[in-house]
């Protein structure tokens, strides 16, 4: 849900609500760390995103906010894929 709302600690929710001075993306320094950025664009994360693309291929369907955020069989993946991109572990 936090997703699809864009409520979530990402660095452009962050910076709207004062908690970060900047919106830009840890991973690759490059881009608004949005919902889009962090699930299909970052480079940062292209290697662990593969997962994703791969079980949504197997379904024939493409990788999109709507295919992840939107049909149930991809919650798995999606959660794997948060997990692995270790940006919420207490770490960061």
């Not at 290697?47 to 990788?63: T, V």
């Not at 794997?80 to 770490?91: N, V």
Request: positive net charge; hydrophobic residues 40%; charged residues 30%.
């Amino acid at each position: 849900m936090q997703l699809l709302i864009e409520h979530i600690l990402l660095n452009k929710y962050l910076k709207r609500i004062n908690k970060v001075d900047k919106e830009r993306c840890p991973a690759c320094r490059a881009s608004s760390e949005t919902v889009r950025h962090f699930l299909l664009e970052c480079p940062g994360y292209a290697h662990k995103r593969w997962i994703l693309e791969k079980h949504l291929n197997k379904r024939q369907k493409s990788l999109t906010l709507e295919n992840l955020l939107g049909d149930m069989e991809a919650v798995v993946p999606l959660i794997k894929f948060i997990i692995t991109s270790l940006r919420f572990s207490q770490d960061t």
